[in-house]
């Protein structure tokens, strides 16, 4: 049971490329989320997806897009880096929104 | 939106002391839950705590849900400890996800 898992888990990007980050879920959640951390901060929500077929804007959606592909997969797209966008991602997964949310190991992105 | 205040920011301990964590909360909430981060980034999950008190090892955490805070208690500290903690909570307003705080960073010296 591998619970929530992101790839890659590091990656450098040079301004203006574009990429997905892939995250995939076995625990059967309804919910699925990105957050973004930057040095000595807390997460921030980028975008979430309470359902499949789904998709809403969290705190800090500028510059991104996701897909919720089915249940499990939840993809998040930078069209064109920025060096802005450089920071740690994290997939999360829950049954809903009032429930325990559980976190993938990160993505260390950096735009250079 | 709702404001999560945690402290202190920086703590530094002597293995096997004692400490206290806390999390203010703004407004009403119907979730909360503690995180440890450690030294590699992965975060844990330590409790999913909305109301009540549960206890997990040397790891116990309180939430008193009607004066919005919640307590993480940590006895008997080992290096193992050592990272960020962070509690987060429903950003209200019938909004998804979950609103962090700035995390308490503590460090567990041999």
């Known amino acids: 049971n591998a619970g929530v898992t992101q790839t890659p888990k590091f990656q450098v990007l040079k301004t203006g490329q574009s990429m997905t980050l892939q995250c995939a879920q076995d625990m059967n959640h309804n919910s699925m989320y990105w957050y973004r951390q930057d040095p000595g901060m807390g997460l921030r929500l980028i975008y979430y997806s309470a359902s499949e077929g789904t998709t809403d804007k969290g705190e800090v959606p500028n510059g991104y897009n996701v897909s919720r592909l089915n249940k499990r997969e939840f993809s998040l797209r930078l069209e064109s880096a920025a060096p802005s966008q450089t920071s740690v991602y994290f997939c999360?997964?829950?049954?809903?929104?009032?429930?325990?949310?559980?976190f993938g190991q990160g993505t260390r992105l950096t735009v250079v | 939106g709702i404001q999560v205040e945690q402290s202190p920011p920086d703590l530094i301990l002597q293995e096997g002391a004692n400490s206290t964590l806390r999390c203010n909360f703004s407004?009403?909430?119907?979730?909360l839950q503690w995180f440890h981060q450690n030294p590699w980034g992965q975060l844990i999950n330590l409790f999913y705590i909305p109301s009540g008190t549960k206890q997990n090892g040397r790891l116990s955490a309180t939430t008193v849900a009607t004066e919005r805070y919640s307590l993480l208690y940590i006895s008997s500290s080992q290096t193992t400890d050592s990272g960020v903690y962070f509690c987060a909570v429903p950003p209200g307003g019938g909004a998804d996800g979950l609103t962090f705080g700035k995390g308490t960073h503590l460090i567990i010296q041999p």
């Open positions: 407004d009403s909430v119907n979730n």
């Open positions: 999360a997964s829950s049954d809903n929104r009032d429930t325990e949310a559980f």
